[in-house]
């Protein structure tokens, strides 16, 4: 018997009550039965409104949980993007501006390279007195130009490592961006969750794997390999690569 | 010898470009990805590929299906530089017949290794 064929019962009950009362006569006993009757009807009316009230509030608080998911796939998400996208930016900035100093300190120390080891092999004869006193003088002049240009290109090397040095200082904010973002798909995946338990949806194994299917063939390239992430089928470095290459012949 | 570098990545194009010129190859081009670099390998004049895998457009696996599909430059010595490390895709990619396999990261001594390798065989 459920609720409502209980409280039917009840009032059923009351009202042939009410009836037999006044047919004996008995108007205090009935009137008594007609106020217990609306007691009873003021109790079943309270009930329901608890009933809604609690309907109410869980209805609330999944909207509070949908708005969540909202927040995050509206504004969070498109946010981490961007902010994925500025480390690729600030990455690839910083290995430019390694790379130019690179660049421009090379020819510099190739110079100063080659000047020395001239002056050396002047200086090696020098000390074997297989020189002419004009030679030497030239290599007294070469000498001090070499110390120099050795002096400057000291000063422009040591500017260059201070500038590639200053150039890893993306790390410290890369990091931190990217640690965002891993919280913000944690959150993400707990509402997910959330959201299924709730709604009681059972994820299909079959159209799940049909979704993979339509994956592009990009996607489906695994990547770089993140330490701490087995990634099956994967060789673990050049070495293994060499050895498969080599069963294959090459 | 003129070789052409093709990676969507500026910074490892520029990285790959400084370690070919250290190794003495001074005649490099750059490509973004395998749509670009077909038709400049088609026009002629390049003696070696170096490609990545993994680029919008045409991956580097496409591109070296179609350079050895292409009778005028089917014969290309062709180094794949990826950080695609599964052994069915390092099996595909000898299979579509890539001359060199490296994988990202790698160092110095490992590309100038290949590379010899490769021009021995090829000029053997």
């Given at each position: 018997?459920?609720?409502?064929?209980?409280?039917?019962?009840?009032?059923?009950?009351?009202?042939?009550?009410?009836?037999?009362?006044?047919?004996?006569?008995?108007?205090?006993?009935?009137?008594?039965?007609?106020?217990?009757?609306?007691?009873f009807r003021d109790k079943s009316l309270f009930q329901e409104l608890g009933k809604l009230t609690r309907e109410f509030h869980d209805s609330l608080n999944s909207f509070r949980l949908d708005a969540r998911l909202a927040e995050l796939t509206d504004i969070e998400i498109p946010d981490a993007r961007e902010r994925l996208q500025h480390v690729i930016n600030m990455t690839e900035q910083s290995a430019h501006k390694t790379m130019g100093v690179i660049e421009d300190l090379l020819p510099l120390c190739e110079d100063l390279d080659k000047q020395g080891g001239d002056i050396l092999?002047?200086?090696?004869?020098?000390?074997?007195?297989?020189?002419?006193?004009?030679?030497?003088?030239?290599?007294?002049?070469?000498?001090?130009?070499?110390l120099g240009d050795q002096h400057g290109g000291t000063v422009k090397i040591r500017g260059g490592l201070n500038d590639i040095m200053m150039a890893q200082d993306f790390q410290d904010i890369t990091g931190q961006i990217i640690s965002r973002v891993i919280t913000l798909v944690s959150d993400l995946e707990v509402s997910l969750v959330k959201l299924i338990r709730e709604g009681g949806a059972i994820m299909d194994e079959a159209q799940a794997g049909s979704t993979r299917k339509e994956q592009d063939e990009r996607a489906k390239l695994d990547g770089p390999q993140v330490p701490g992430i087995d990634s099956e089928g994967a060789v673990s470095g050049q070495d293994e690569v060499d050895d498969l290459l080599s069963s294959l012949g090459f | 010898m003129k070789?052409?570098?093709?990676?969507?990545?500026?910074?490892?194009?520029?990285?790959i470009k400084n370690l070919l010129r250290d190794l003495g190859f001074n005649n490099t081009a750059e490509?973004?990805?395998?749509?670009?670099?077909?038709?400049?390998?088609?026009?002629?004049?390049?003696?070696?590929?170096?490609?990545?895998?993994?680029?919008?457009?045409?991956?580097?696996?496409?591109?070296?299906?179609?350079?050895?599909?292409d009778e005028k430059i089917a014969t290309l010595p062709v180094l794949m530089v990826t950080a695609e490390?599964?052994?069915?895709?390092?099996?595909?990619?000898?299979?579509?017949?890539?001359?060199?396999?490296?994988?990202?990261?790698?160092?110095?001594?490992?590309?100038?290794?290949?590379?010899?390798k490769i021009f021995e065989r090829v000029d053997a």
């Open positions: 018997m459920d609720d409502n064929e209980l409280i039917a019962e009840s009032y059923l009950e009351k009202a042939r009550g009410i009836i037999t009362e006044v047919e004996a006569g008995n108007f205090e006993a009935a009137d008594k039965l007609v106020e217990d009757l609306s007691r092999e002047l200086w090696r004869r020098f000390m074997k007195r297989d020189m002419e006193p004009q030679e030497f003088r030239d290599l007294c002049k070469e000498i001090e130009a070499f | 070789i052409l570098i093709v990676d969507d990545f500026s910074t490892m194009r520029r990285i490509a973004d990805d395998g749509q670009t670099a077909l038709p400049m390998l088609q026009a002629g004049g390049y003696d070696f590929l170096v490609t990545d895998w993994n680029m919008p457009g045409m991956t580097g696996i496409d591109l070296l299906k179609a350079v050895r599909a490390q599964k052994r069915e895709q390092i099996v595909e990619a000898a299979q579509a017949g890539v001359n060199g396999y490296v994988v990202k990261p790698f160092t110095a001594e490992v590309l100038r290794e290949k590379i010899d």
